[in-house]
């Protein structure tokens, strides 16, 4: 099995402007330094920031743009994520191109980031796709990972590598990276998380091994991430166990009735007992505000500000 080469592209993201153009550079620069590269996976929302008034219909131009750039270098592209309008609702949805330049999935967040995500739609399916002659792949989307019964339904559906763009700027950023290598040693597959920088997170992308250790973690600036993975890693695991010790997925499978809280129509009191989700107030004024703050960050000189948005 030859190994599988995937780029990582951790980019700045502006609330104000598309950042479709920057895209498309990134992946000229990318597939000129390392013509080799199979794969390239973007941030959550690199496309157009994380504002729901960008929402877009999917497909679009933003995906036709994609799949030129697919087709031109020949390889998969997962181009971040974009809010999508569908049936007078928004989604959080991510794209599968292969080398062809056409789709062949489409992945919508489970988990929005509420209370904060307020306005996006659930997705309710899980998202698998193959590679030819390589193995197989799963996308979830930042805040998914913070369920193991999202990427563990991913594993039981095959998936050996997790694809995960993500959109993190807030203070719990290295509880995200000790739950990637738990994630990707729970459920022994590799982890691809790629954040993005300034609206689009605070960087830290991390890859991690099906034993769990970290393979590369980006730091806080831009990067472009380019690992050779080697997915009989993954198959090695699963057969022989982590560091030949323990074998999670085997004992998960042998065990997989026990767990009666998934069953429809139990009472689950104490999760009862916890109140509605908190939302917050005033999501109107705050997606001003991130507006503001990132025409700051690209005009800094020509910055002043006032509360205008009371």
């Known amino acids: 099995m030859k190994p599988f080469a995937i780029a990582g592209i951790q980019m700045k993201v502006s609330a104000v402007h598309s950042n479709v153009e920057m895209m498309k550079l990134k992946l000229d620069i990318t597939m000129n330094l390392y013509p080799w590269v199979e794969m390239v996976v ?6 157009f920031g994380p504002l729901l008034h960008t929402a877009k219909e999917v497909p679009g131009l933003f995906e036709q743009e994609m799949q030129k750039m697919a087709k031109k270098y020949g390889i998969w592209l997962v181009p971040g ?3 999508e309008k ?19 999935t489409r992945y919508s967040k489970m988990f929005p980031f509420y209370p904060y995500e307020v306005g996006v739609t659930p997705g309710n399916q899980f998202c698998v796709f193959d590679v030819p002659n390589v193995g197989k792949f799963g996308i979830s989307i930042c805040y998914d990972m913070w369920f193991p019964e999202t990427v563990r339904t991913l594993t039981v559906m095959g998936a050996e590598v997790i694809l995960h763009p993500t959109m993190t700027g807030t203070i719990d950023r290295d509880i995200e990276l000790s739950i ?4 990707a040693s ?18 830290c992308s991390i890859v991690c091994g099906p034993d769990g250790r970290v393979i590369y973690q980006a730091g806080s600036t831009e990067e472009i991430i380019p690992i050779e993975l080697n997915i009989e890693r993954v198959r090695r695991s699963r057969e022989l166990g982590i560091l030949r010790l323990g074998q999670p997925l085997k004992s998960f499978r042998d065990h997989i009735g026990v767990f009666s809280i998934y069953q429809e129509g139990k009472p689950l009191p104490y999760l009862d007992s916890l109140g509605p989700l908190i939302k917050p107030t005033k999501l109107d004024k705050l997606a001003k505000l991130r507006q503001k703050e990132s025409e700051f960050i690209e005009n800094p000189s020509a910055a002043t500000y006032k509360d205008e948005f009371n």
Do not use: K
């Not at 973007?42 to 496309?47: A, H, K, N, Q, T």
């Open 42 to 47: 973007f941030s959550e929302l690199c496309g």
């Open 180 to 183: 990637a290598r738990a994630m």
């Open 186 to 203: 729970v459920n022994q597959c590799f982890l691809f998380d790629v954040n993005g920088l300034d609206t689009g997170g605070s960087g």
């Open 81 to 83: 994520s974009v809010f």
């Open 86 to 104: 569908r049936e007078n609702l928004i989604y959080n949805t991510a794209s599968v191109i292969n080398p062809q330049g056409e789709v062949v």
